[in-house]
């Protein structure tokens, strides 16, 4: 899959690094292989791992910085998604870190 994306959707030639969020499964964390859409919104990151921890066994929030040439689309300017989606290639991502961990729904 993201072969196809960067031939059906190039990289857009950002100058700079992203700096982006995903609010995700622990389970994804666990394995290591991160899905295409993150943001540059904190908040709304948080709140994917906030309905993560309620439909699996814990969430976390993720953070990394993207280089220019992992970007394939940045929603940032498009006013009527609101999230600040940007989708990469995650498999050419660097360093991803834990900001938070969040527990499973209903965990003390």
Same mark, same amino acid.
């Given at each position: ?10 990289? #857009?030639?950002?100058? !700079? ?26 908040? #709304? ?30 929603? !940032? ?7 600040? !989606? ?23």
């Amino acid at each position: 899959m993201a072969r196809a994306l960067h031939v059906l959707m190039p990289p #857009i030639g950002l100058g !700079e690094p992203l700096l982006l969020y995903r609010g995700t499964t622990a389970s994804e964390r666990s394995r290591r292989v991160y899905g295409f859409s993150w943001s540059t919104r904190r908040e #709304i990151a948080q709140r994917f791992a906030e309905q993560a921890s309620v439909a699996s066994g814990g969430a976390v929030l993720l953070e990394t910085l993207a280089p220019p040439s992992t970007v394939h689309l940045n929603r !940032e300017d498009e006013g009527y998604y609101g999230g600040g !989606e940007v989708v990469v290639d995650p498999y050419k991502l660097a360093a991803v870190r834990v900001v938070e961990r969040l527990p499973p729904a209903g965990a003390p």
